[in-house]
T-cell receptor
Framework: SQQGEEDPQALSIQEGENATMNCSYK?????LQWYRQNSGRGLVHLIL?????REKHSGRLRVTLDTSKKSSSLLITASRAADTASYFC????????????FGKGTRLSVIA | EAQVTQNPRYLITVTGKKLTVTCSQN?????MSWYRQDPGLGLRQIYY???????DKGDVPEGYKVSRKEKRNFPLILESPSPNQTSLYFC??????????????FGPGTRLTVT
């Protein structure tokens, strides 16, 4: 399995601080995606980074990908209480038609 | 509004009583998938479908069935539910399958309790 593993499992920060979450995976990937889940609700796609990309930005989100280390990081800058959620990375293989495999997630708590 | 809908949102049932969780998407997506989410285990894929009449097993298919007779619908069937199927279930869809670089859209979830 090429399941992504997020680190840390849980993170608690003050509003305004930056939050960094990491994802490691085991085998070659086609792309890596980050999703967000508010408690008990469906996942929402945040950002996708292709295997030939190294960094991507979307608003307050910055994602990096290091394929040599098989790892990715998600940085949320100037965090807000509304960013409190679980964050998951998901990967799929270059061979195509393989399932998107999710990690177990990082639970982020932003304290106002 | 583009969305994935699931019904019911909450269900409490007894062991052995057949049930169906419906999933429907209005985005003309080819790819649909079912996941279950359990504490400490993350999301695990149950079944997926590349298109109408094309379904395949995910990581944890035992005890579940699916069908894809129409593009928009992808029901999850539990023929004889057991307590270990108590979980939070999500349906998801995307325009094309993973490997073709597209995001998945998730439904709101169905919380199932089997007693």
């Amino acid at each position: 399995s090429q399941q992504g593993e997020e680190d840390p499992q849980a993170l608690s920060i003050q509003e305004g601080e930056n939050a960094t979450m990491n994802c490691s995976y085991k085998t070659s990937i086609n792309n890596l995606q980050w999703y967000r889940q508010n408690s008990g609700r469906g996942l929402v796609h945040l950002i996708l980074i292709r295997s030939n990309e190294r960094e991507k930005h979307s608003g307050r989100l910055r994602v990096t990908l290091d394929t040599s280390k098989k790892s990715s990081s998600l940085l949320i800058t100037a965090s807000r209480a509304a960013d409190t959620a679980s964050y998951f990375c998901a990967t799929d293989a270059p061979s195509g038609n393989t399932p998107l495999v999710f990690g177990k997630g990082t639970r982020l708590s932003v304290i106002a | 509004e583009a969305q994935v809908t699931q019904n019911p949102r909450y269900l409490i049932t007894v062991t052995g009583k057949k049930l169906t969780v419906t999933c429907s998407q209005n985005m003309n997506h080819e790819y649909m998938s079912w996941y279950r989410q359990d504490p400490g285990l993350g999301l695990r894929q149950i079944y997926y479908s590349m298109n109408v009449e094309v379904t395949d097993k995910g990581d944890v298919p035992e005890g579940y069935k699916v069908s894809r007779k129409e593009k928009r619908n992808f029901p999850l069937i539990l023929e004889s539910p057991s307590p270990n199927q108590t979980s939070l279930y999500f349906c998801a869809s995307s325009l094309r399958p993973p490997g073709q670089i597209l995001e998945q859209y998730f439904g709101p979830g169905t919380r199932l309790t089997v007693t």
